[in-house]
């Protein structure tokens, strides 16, 4: 059984900033990507950052040069930096993650989600 854990939602200030976490934890043979994503109201989700196996990242354009995704191998925790926050951040944010807990058989597990609120 995998579990991921997200923590570090809060209410901020505009231009503040934010260190969302997610560990990994369970039968987890390998992590292949890392991710996050986030959902505001009347939204549909949408993909924020992601880091693979090899640590390359990707970033949604309204979030690049502002967030910073990285993860801890060793911890199986993936983080998000986040600076400069506007209201518009304001979602909460799912950590996804690819993973293999046998042989053949990897599938993809998300979190359970934390609020990020950035007020005006």
């Known amino acids: 059984q995998v579990q991921l854990v997200e923590s570090g939602g809060d209410l901020v200030q505009t231009g503040g900033s934010l260190r969302l976490s997610c560990a990994a934890s369970?039968?987890?043979?390998?992590?292949?990507?890392m991710g996050w994503y986030r959902q505001a109201p009347g939204k549909q989700r949408e993909l924020v950052a992601i880091?693979?196996?090899?640590?390359?990242?990707n970033y949604a354009d309204s979030v690049k040069g502002r967030f910073t995704i990285s993860r801890d191998y060793a911890k199986k925790t993936t983080y998000l930096q986040m600076s400069s926050l506007k209201p518009e951040d304001t979602a909460v944010y799912y950590c996804?993650?690819?993973?293999?807990?046998?042989?053949?058989?990897?599938?993809?597990?998300w979190g359970q989600g934390t609020q990020v609120t950035v007020s005006s």
């Open positions: 996804s993650a690819s993973i293999k807990t046998g042989t053949d058989v990897t599938d993809v597990y």
């Open positions: 369970g039968s987890i043979f390998s992590i292949n990507f």
């Open positions: 880091i693979t196996k090899g640590g390359m990242t």
